[in-house]
């Protein structure tokens, strides 16, 4: 796989695309292709199988998951592609309710759906490809966090294990609803906020987990992280669930593949860690701010009730993780 592409990103070197201001070798959230002075396309793509029971919220989910990385590189949503893939059984109504909450999902962002493809597989999966705008100079990457730079996050974690919880049957009503709440919430207003503030980086939290995702900005950044862990936030329900590990597949490769470049010296139990490398579903943004417009960026979150919890700071390193 990685020779592969090494050979991609040999076909297609960054330095003879003159407009290319965000591509491949990069590993960021989306590409992002700079088309004149003023404007730029952001372009990311993205599809799951289902997360939740609901059909409709499905989609929702799913949809709000594939516009995340426009956000995460502070751009807004303009179009978007369906990327369906269905069981020829499934009834109708079940696959509109999904295809329903996608597009209602992209009308709420402000953007177009304008088409899509759809194929027959017995496991259905649904997401998107989208195309996003953002000024060519104000493109947050996870390139950009600086010692001394604040860390904060704008949704809580643990839909990974919760997730899990409802499929074995064993998840509360309240703790799926809340799940879902924060899944479903687009990370829009959190991207508006960065730009009117100015910040140094930012991501999503998704597949990876948070730790698994904060560890692209150390290394692209070339600094390490601190995080706190009694200021890290918990969906309600998550270290219940944690305990009785039922923790995905996804957050157990998660801690074999990052666990090198995470060092843990508070006393953390073994699920209370493995919860930081959980795998997320259309999680919050992770944000590197200069400490001076810290305090201003929480302000617009709580101005537009989106989530703040000031999670760390950035510290001089070479992309390692420190939870203290
Ligand atoms: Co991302
Ligand atoms: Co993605
Ligand atoms: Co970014």
């Given at each position: 796989m990685a020779q592969v592409l090494r050979h991609i990103i040999n076909l297609f070197p960054k330095e003879a695309y003159a407009n290319l201001l965000v591509g491949l070798g990069e590993g960021d959230d989306a590409a992002?292709?700079?088309?004149?002075?003023?404007?730029?396309?952001?372009?990311?793509?993205?599809?799951?199988?289902?997360?939740?029971?609901?059909?409709?919220?499905?989609?929702?989910?799913?949809?709000?998951?594939?516009?995340?990385?426009?956000?995460?590189?502070?751009?807004?949503?303009?179009?978007?592609?369906?990327?369906?893939?269905?069981?020829?059984?499934?009834?109708?109504?079940?696959?509109?309710?999904?295809?329903?909450?996608?597009?209602d999902k992209i009308a709420e962002a402000g953007g177009i759906l304008v088409g899509g493809h759809t194929m027959d597989d017995k496991e259905p999966k649904y997401g998107l490809a989208v195309i996003g705008t953002v000024h060519p100079q104000k493109v947050i990457t996870k390139a950009g966090a600086k010692p001394g730079d604040v860390l904060?996050?704008?949704k809580p974690l643990g839909t990974g294990v919760i997730t899990t919880a409802l499929k074995a049957g064993l998840a509360k009503e309240e703790h799926i609803q809340a799940a879902v709440e924060v899944m479903l919430r687009l990370n829009r207003k959190a991207a508006r906020a960065m730009q009117e503030v100015g910040v140094s980086a930012a991501t999503d939290i998704t597949g990876f987990g948070f730790l698994g995702h904060a560890r692209d900005i150390a290394i692209m950044s070339g600094v390490?992280?601190?995080?706190?862990?009694?200021?890290?936030?918990?969906?309600?329900?998550?270290?219940?669930?944690?305990?009785?590990?039922?923790?995905?597949?996804?957050?157990?490769s998660n801690e074999r593949f990052f666990h090198p470049w995470v060092r843990f010296s508070s006393n953390l139990t073994e699920e209370e860690q493995l919860l930081l490398f959980d795998a997320q579903t259309s999680g919050g943004l992770l944000i590197a701010v200069p400490p001076e417009r810290a305090s201003l960026l929480v302000e617009k979150l709580k101005e537009e009730g989106d989530g703040h919890w000031v999670v760390g700071e950035v510290v001089e390193g070479g992309g390692f993780i420190e939870v203290v």
């Amino acid at each position: 796989m990685a020779q592969v592409l090494r050979h991609i990103i040999n076909l297609f070197p960054k330095e003879a695309y003159a407009n290319l201001l965000v591509g491949l070798g990069e590993g960021d959230d989306a590409a992002v292709y700079k088309l004149n002075d003023e404007l730029a396309l952001i372009f990311t793509a993205d599809f799951f199988a289902p997360v939740v029971d609901d059909p409709y919220l499905y989609g929702a989910i799913a949809a709000a998951n594939s516009m995340s990385d426009v956000y995460a590189m502070g751009g807004e949503v303009l179009m978007a592609l369906n990327i369906t893939c269905l069981p020829p059984d499934m009834p109708p109504d079940i696959a509109g309710a999904i295809l329903r909450g996608g597009a209602d999902k992209i009308a709420e962002a402000g953007g177009i759906l304008v088409g899509g493809h759809t194929m027959d597989d017995k496991e259905p999966k649904y997401g998107l490809a989208v195309i996003g705008t953002v000024h060519p100079q104000k493109v947050i990457t996870k390139a950009g966090a600086k010692p001394g730079d604040v860390l904060i996050l704008t949704k809580p974690l643990g839909t990974g294990v919760i997730t899990t919880a409802l499929k074995a049957g064993l998840a509360k009503e309240e703790h799926i609803q809340a799940a879902v709440e924060v899944m479903l919430r687009l990370n829009r207003k959190a991207a508006r906020a960065m730009q009117e503030v100015g910040v140094s980086a930012a991501t999503d939290i998704t597949g990876f987990g948070f730790l698994g995702h904060a560890r692209d900005i150390a290394i692209m950044s070339g600094v390490n992280l601190r995080f706190y862990s009694e200021r890290i936030p918990f969906i309600p329900g998550a270290k219940e669930y944690a305990e009785q590990w039922l923790f995905p597949g996804g957050t157990h490769s998660n801690e074999r593949f990052f666990h090198p470049w995470v060092r843990f010296s508070s006393n953390l139990t073994e699920e209370e860690q493995l919860l930081l490398f959980d795998a997320q579903t259309s999680g919050g943004l992770l944000i590197a701010v200069p400490p001076e417009r810290a305090s201003l960026l929480v302000e617009k979150l709580k101005e537009e009730g989106d989530g703040h919890w000031v999670v760390g700071e950035v510290v001089e390193g070479g992309g390692f993780i420190e939870v203290v």
